[in-house]
């Protein structure tokens, strides 16, 4: 202690003591606090970042979706023809956007000019469950089986609506998380081919823009 208060007399010495008791760094008690309390902290955001990461895919891949309906109806008012919208797989948001040579031609036919590219969308939003429906345009309910299936689509006649002969269109497409985690998203085709997306929550009221029970 003599040495100390020594030490302190002096300005030198007063800056030396304090380095040498901060060289000591963190005590054993500080250092498991210090653990404690970030593995707790970690322990409250993961969930959360979870659910953000999986609502975004959710998110992502809806604008997805719709993006490529609004391009097939676009491009069927301007060529004045047919053009297919086509989901690929059930499992992510991928498309392609093809002209037809009749309403009831598929993006798949492979006869001379009978289907020409016109955009398409790989499945980079992935971990994502997708449902279709033939019927359910204005269905809000998310427990009711949806019948239609993925793959399919939906084909705009040149006047940009849903051409109804031949191949059944998809009318609704639900997009969910993998194993059904997460929000869920519905995106919905009128019978005159307008198209947005909407929430399936029952909590939102009819008058909220983002209710599928909203016109």
Do not use: Y
């Not at 609506?161 to 993998?178: Q, S």
């Amino acid at each position: 202690m003599d040495g100390q208060h020594h030490l302190l007399d002096h300005p030198q010495g007063r800056k030396l003591l304090v380095m040498r008791r901060a060289a000591r760094g963190f005590s054993l008690i500080e250092l498991m606090v210090t653990i404690g309390v970030v593995a707790i902290l970690l322990a409250i955001a993961t969930p959360n970042f979870r659910d953000w990461m999986n609502n975004s895919r959710i998110r992502s891949a809806s604008e997805s979706i719709q993006n490529g309906l609004r391009v097939a109806r676009n491009e069927a008012a301007q060529r004045g023809t047919w053009v297919r919208f086509e989901l690929s797989s059930a499992n992510s948001a991928s498309w392609q956007v093809c002209q037809v040579t009749s309403g009831t031609g598929t993006c798949a036919d492979t006869t001379p000019n009978a289907a020409t590219l016109i955009e398409q969308r790989g499945g980079t939003e992935a971990l994502v469950k997708l449902t279709g429906s033939t019927t359910a345009a204005s269905q809000t309910t998310t427990t009711t089986t949806l019948t239609g299936g993925i793959p399919g689509g939906i084909t705009f006649d040149p006047l940009a609506r849903p051409f109804a002969t031949g191949t059944t269109p998809l009318k609704r497409i639900d997009v969910a998380g993998a194993n059904d985690a997460g929000r869920r998203l519905v995106i919905l085709i009128s019978a005159g081919g307008m198209v947005r997306m909407c929430d399936p929550d029952a909590t939102l009221a009819a008058t909220n823009a983002q209710s599928c029970k909203s016109n």
